[in-house]
């Protein structure tokens, strides 16, 4: 008789499951506020449910204020970050809690009758010839929701493109996502072009055929692994921290 | 366009590595795909810089084809297929793409004449519609891309193929969030549906020439959700929605053999254990050698009913051994030599076994890919053929099923979570495509660049 | 010194990858060789500059270290061992391999602790002595090794390894003139003798330390003929002739476990199956995946009886899929995965027949190192006690005479003529050591550099 | 029943003997001189016999003089070279051949009294560092035995030794080989002092670590693959041709 797979019980000497072995333990979100009206919309957040946020943000900006709803969408998104860092959360409920946080940031801010003020500018890209640009999206899309302003150039882009868009910003941060050997090049040039302008920042560049090694053989260039780490490179930048820290920071530098 | 109704094999038993129900010749030899025996593909991709001007480029080429035939010779392998996935630069310029294959063709032609080395060259052109920027039948794109599907037939090319890029623009989208709903609208119906334009006139350029279209991949879609998935560490994408997503891939690429392709399919659609159960044509899977190109978590169980074995895609340049092109020509030439040995001694069924009992419960994607579980996957498409929406759905709630039915596939809480999540929000989508389209439609009207008209909505 | 009189296992059939007659079980787990299971073993390679400063290297280090562990816990893989093969600056500053091993075994108890991924660490100090330029017992190199096997040992090496040099001078004299006589004095006579001075100085180290003494291999020597006579299509060194220094390397690698190693043996041993069949050791294999470091001719074949099974050594660099040592980890991975599920399913015998087949034919070298000829050679050696030279002749003598009489083994009439004359000359030589040596001494004076006090003349 | 490879007869669906299919007619040397004297000398060259050579060659050069000895040891070596050209000689036949001419050269040296004017001078090494030296013995065999003096310094050589020992023996060529990526960069620091010495001569670099790419992206600069490269490789130098146009010959070069 052919044995099969379906004679097996025993696979560890062949694979062992570690995701099941290191599984976090399922854990509730915590609570951001004791005020039930806040709550629900910090709920709405961390469940990346839009209708939730939208009812409950409504509610909130006519009893609280739209500040107040501002700041409490924001500690649920503090909160969906936490999930994400112990494994709780996957990718996608982060996406939808900024989905959902957005939801509420935009009314919030048609109350309040103006933008609110953002953490920081950050222009981003995928380069010159690329057109892999999800994980440019999610990047986009978290560091949007830690409540900075996104220039989102989107795939292709030429290096002029990027640099007029930073000086027209007045952008902290420059990013750049390349998934092929063949693009990722630009990155450099767009530095040197920064450089030309007399635009000191930062440019962070990031995806798959990128390496750390490369991007810390250029002046300006600042590696990241994670799409997860671009909100706290923004507020870096942001607040005023110089290429050459930042790499220090993220970067194995020898 | 015909759709398929029945299986080709009567059970997944029938099913093994090197026989395919419909077997194709190519190239030098010829190359027998399917005819009892596996043969070897390498996929070279030259070094950045390279593509700077024309001469250079063919150099480029030159000396990757060299590495690969001589390598072949000089370890006595018997065979291998050559697979060119353009570069920008090659489908852009349909001459650069002529030149570079009619040297190849020559190249291969001097190991035939000299050593016997059977060989065959396939010219992938690559997609260069960007569902979000361009229309995907009306622009610079698409011309560029059948001038050279020609170009390279008319010089050297024996198998013409394509991943294709429909519905990428909602997908990416849906996969961000887990949404069931546009993955299945982004692979099973749009893509469908863009592949049922283009297809006919690849197969058309093909024939005219006389050589094999050979297939089309969901990897625009399936193998992002499934890279994104990744391994045991990462918290991208739930491997369980990943798996999800490539049941639908499977539905999706029916298609290209719907319109005429005969395969050798294209080596990075993992869906294609499903679409061998389906068709009976040969296929062409990238495994264990592929991880120059990326990680996966079922190498070994792919090549279970494999008939063209690849590496996917790796970067020309110097290791101790040579060049990477040797390394891997060398590394698939073994994989093969193995498979065959088994074969010729009759123990294709045990390595077939062996393989399986690697990864079919290391992760869901293996899983599903197992000839059992395709072979169930197959049938639930087949007995759906009233739309491309219907089938994919089915895929869909099939593998579902299946995951869900065997207690050895174990599951995270939270991948268990998220198939069920999933299952639940299939099960609940319309019955029929017109209210699926409608509703999609209107939701993906928010997608950014989602163009409608693309599709000839 | 004792010698080997009798063979560990009763037939070939006895034989089979992942058991061994004297499991050995190292690092963290601990991981358990001979006793069942293949376990992988990369060897990752600093790239040039890299070792620039301590620093520098140390950082090389981390990250190669890291990916390697990293990508067994992304894919599932149970457990890694991991070789350092040493470059020259870390043998030569015992400090930095000192730093640099203390620093890997901290990221792999940190993998073990998070993961229960298990895992090994062997230290192979560079044998720097060069023959034909120093003193073989009285050099600063050899005060180095002996530093460096200790710092090593001390700080995280759970097995201590090398390739020695002896007879290296005379052997590169008499390989380029297919010289059977320089051969197996160099091989031999002079190896051995440096061996069995070396060795218990190795022993002693790893037993004050309390690791393990791993081996040594006939690099030196039996790889610079395999590789030499290359491909098919290579003119440098007959096959066959490489095929009978192999026999020679047999007979001369048993010295290190003679001296008291207990194996794992050094993966680019491909004299090792027959080591095995003597001695019962487990052993380590390189085939299929070393094709990063060099081509060969039987690359699934050496897996028949192999309990660690490497991929030489890779040069870190960037590839599509992640660095160079994420994608031979993973190949590796996938290998061992293989042969583990087939012992599991209880078709190891024939995966054993399936991998014999692909390569047994193939070339001499294959031919020989096949369970069953590895058998009969290792008869041969153990037959003849009386000195390392006689063992080192019976074993070319030996394997002669198999590939001459298996009609399925073709060769030119070349390679035919090559073995007859090599065949002959071996059969002319004296009956006894003491003649041989006399005769070798006067003859390889002309050798330059060739000094026989480094051997105790 | 266990099945094994013994079961098998067709290997054809596994692997090819190449070797076997392409396999040269065997061949005998062609005869270089009709004269038996002299063509007793290229036997024994061609067959690599030592004593052969030194019995014929103490006889000719009594009757016929040194000059024609040397000639006819020459002769038979060009005729060893072709068999190997064509695969009818492998590498080892080649030493022994090399070996066996020289017995005979020092011989007809010898009866001259002085030294036979060499075609050109070759500077050989293995490259700092490195002590894989069996294919630069090859090479310095074969180019020998065509008539060049070769300066072999061994392996392991520092840079400035190699370029002192060019300038101190008038070279026409430096050669050094290396099989380590880690050695391999001093040949670009020997190219470097050659010119900083004002010697303009090429380099030519080999081994396997060593690839045409690396070797033709700096000066003088000249990439060998195979030993059986080196003799005319020498002459070519010997001959006064620059290194830009012997690396239009020999390399691939875009
Ligand atoms: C999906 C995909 C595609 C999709 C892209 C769709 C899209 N909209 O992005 C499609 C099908 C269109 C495609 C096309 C092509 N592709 Co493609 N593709 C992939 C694939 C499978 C996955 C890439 C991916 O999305 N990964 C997931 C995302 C999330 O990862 P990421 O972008 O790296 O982002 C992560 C980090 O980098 C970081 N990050 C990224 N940006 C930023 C920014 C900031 C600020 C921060 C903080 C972090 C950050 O965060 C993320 C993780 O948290 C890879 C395979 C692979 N192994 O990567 C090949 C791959 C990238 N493609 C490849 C190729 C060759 C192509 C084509 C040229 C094929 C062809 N012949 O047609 C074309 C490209 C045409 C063109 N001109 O660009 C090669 C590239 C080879 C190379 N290195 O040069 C790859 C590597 C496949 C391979 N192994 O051969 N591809
Ligand atoms: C034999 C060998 C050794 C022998 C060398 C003995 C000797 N006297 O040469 C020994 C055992 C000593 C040795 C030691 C080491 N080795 Co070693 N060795 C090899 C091996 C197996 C074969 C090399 C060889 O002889 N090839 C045959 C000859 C004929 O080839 P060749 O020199 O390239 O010559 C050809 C051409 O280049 C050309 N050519 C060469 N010179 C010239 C000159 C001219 C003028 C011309 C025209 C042509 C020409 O002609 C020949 C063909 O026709 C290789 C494996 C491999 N795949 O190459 C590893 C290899 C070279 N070794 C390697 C290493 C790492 C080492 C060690 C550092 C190991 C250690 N940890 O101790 C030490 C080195 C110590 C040191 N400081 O140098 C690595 C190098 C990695 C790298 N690229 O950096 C290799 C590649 C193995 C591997 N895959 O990991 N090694
Ligand atoms: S994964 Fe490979 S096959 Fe698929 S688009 Fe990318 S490059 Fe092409
Ligand atoms: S072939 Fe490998 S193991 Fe042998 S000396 Fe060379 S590097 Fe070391
Ligand atoms: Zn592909
Ligand atoms: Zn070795
Ligand atoms: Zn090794």
Redesign the interface.
């Known amino acids: 008789m052919?044995?099969?797979?379906n004679d097996?019980?025993n696979?560890d000497p062949?694979?062992i499951?570690?995701?099941?072995k290191?599984?976090p333990k399922?854990r509730d979100a915590a609570d951001v506020s004791t005020d039930p009206a806040l709550q629900a919309i910090a709920k709405g957040v961390v469940e990346g449910d839009e209708d939730m946020v939208a009812e409950a943000s409504k509610a909130a900006i006519a009893s609280k204020g739209p500040q107040t709803v501002i700041d409490t969408l924001i500690l649920g998104m503090a909160e969906v970050s936490k999930l994400?860092d112990d494994?709780?959360?996957?990718?996608?409920?982060v996406?939808?809690s900024s989905?959902a946080l957005m939801v509420g940031l935009n009314m919030a801010e048609e109350a309040l009758g103006s933008a609110v003020v953002k953490r920081g500018t950050v222009v981003m890209h995928c380069a010159h010839?690329d057109?892999h640009?999800?994980g440019k999206?999610?990047a986009a899309?978290l560091i949007r929701a830690n409540g900075y302003k996104v220039i989102d150039l989107?795939?292709?882009v030429p290096e002029e493109t990027v640099v007029q868009a930073a000086k027209d910003n007045k952008a902290d941060l420059v990013t750049g996502t390349a998934l092929m050997?063949?693009t990722?090049?630009a990155f450099h040039r767009v530095a040197e072009l920064l450089t030309q302008e007399g635009i000191n920042i930062p440019v962070v560049a990031s995806g798959g055929a990128v390496s750390e090694e490369w991007v810390t053989s250029w002046d300006r260039g600042v590696y990241a692994t994670f799409a997860k780490q671009g909100p706290e490179m923004a507020g870096d930048a942001a607040a005023g921290m110089s290429w050459e820290d930042m790499r220090a920071k993220w970067n194995l530098v020898v | 366009m015909p759709k398929y109704t029945s299986m080709a094999y009567g059970s997944w038993e029938e099913m093994i590595f090197g026989t395919a129900k419909h077997p194709v010749s190519i190239g030098f030899g010829p190359v027998e795909l399917g005819k009892?025996?596996v043969h070897p593909q390498i996929v070279p991709?030259p070094?950045?810089?390279s593509?700077a001007?024309k001469?250079?480029i063919l150099?480029e080429y030159q000396?990757m084809t060299e590495d690969a035939l001589?390598?072949c010779?000089?370890?006595?392998?018997?065979s291998i297929v050559i697979e060119f996935e353009h570069?920008?630069q090659m489908t852009s310029q349909p001459e650069w793409a002529a030149a570079i294959f009619t040297q190849a063709k020559a190249q291969m032609k001097e190991y035939y004449d000299?050593?016997?080395?059977k060989s065959a060259l396939i010219s992938t052109v690559a997609d260069l519609r960007?569902p979000d920027?361009v229309n995907m039948r009306k622009c610079q794109e698409i011309d560029w891309m059948l001038e050279t599907f020609d170009s390279t037939a008319a010089n050297g090319a024996d198998v013409l193929s394509i991943e294709t890029m429909g519905g990428k623009e909602v997908f990416?989208y849906a996969?961000?969030?887990?949404?069931m709903k546009g993955i299945i609208f982004g692979i099973g119906v749009l893509s469908s549906i863009d592949m049922a334009w283009l297809w006919p006139q690849i197969v058309a350029i093909a024939e005219k020439h006389g050589i094999t279209p050979g297939g089309d991949t969901d990897c625009a879609r399936g193998n992002?959700a499934m890279f994104?998935a990744?391994?045991?560490?990462?918290?991208?994408?739930?491997?369980t929605?990943a798996a999800l997503a490539r049941g639908c891939s499977a539905a999706r690429s029916l298609v290209a053999y719907e319109c005429g392709a005969t395969g050798p399919t294209k080596d990075c659609a993992y869906e294609d254990p499903i679409i061998k159960a389906i068709t009976g044509v040969p296929i062409t899977m990238e495994?264990?050698?592929?991880?120059?190109?990326?990680?996966e978590?079922q190498?070994?169980l792919v090549a279970a009913v494999v008939d063209l074995w690849s590496n996917?895609?790796?970067?020309y340049?110097?290791?101790?051994?040579?060049s990477?092109v040797?390394?891997?020509t060398?590394?698939l030439g073994?994989?093969v030599?193995?498979m065959?040995?088994?074969?010729?001694?009759?123990?294709a069924?045990?390595?077939q076994?062996?393989?399986?009992?690697?990864?079919?419960?290391?992760?869901v994607h293996g899983f599903m890919l197992?000839p059992d579980n395709s072979y169930e996957i197959g049938k639930a498409i087949v007995a759906n053929v009233d739309s491309y929406y219907l089938r994919a759905k089915a895929a869909v709630l099939k593998t579902a099923e299946l995951i869900d039915a065997d207690s050895?596939m174990?599951?995270?809480?939270?991948?268990k979570d998220?198939l069920a999540k999933a299952r639940a929000d299939v099960e609940a989508l319309p019955d029929n495509e017109a209210d699926f389209v409608d509703m999609c439609l209107s939701e993906y009207s928010k997608v950014p660049g989602f163009d409608p008209t693309s599709y000839g909505f």
Chains 1, 4 share one sequence.
């Open positions: 052919q044995k099969t797979v097996l019980t696979f062949i694979f499951r570690y995701d099941i290191i599984a399922k994400w494994g709780v959360y996957y990718l996608p409920q996406i939808l989905d010839g057109i640009d999800i999206n999610v899309a989107g795939s292709d050997t063949t990722m090049s | 009892k025996h991709h070094r950045p810089g593509e001007t001469a250079k150099k000396r001589s390598h010779a000089a370890l006595g392998f018997p570069i920008y000299k050593y016997g080395l960007k920027m990416d996969i961000q969030r887990n949404d992002t994104m990744g391994g045991f560490t990462a918290t991208d994408v739930p491997h929605v495994g264990v050698a592929s991880a120059c190109a990326h990680a978590l190498s070994n996917e895609a790796v970067e340049h110097d290791m101790f051994g040579g990477s040797e390394v891997f060398e590394i073994y994989n030599a193995q065959n040995a088994a074969i010729e001694l009759g123990y069924k045990e390595l076994a062996i393989n399986v009992a690697s990864d079919k419960y290391r992760d197992s050895k174990l599951l995270t809480d939270f991948e998220a």
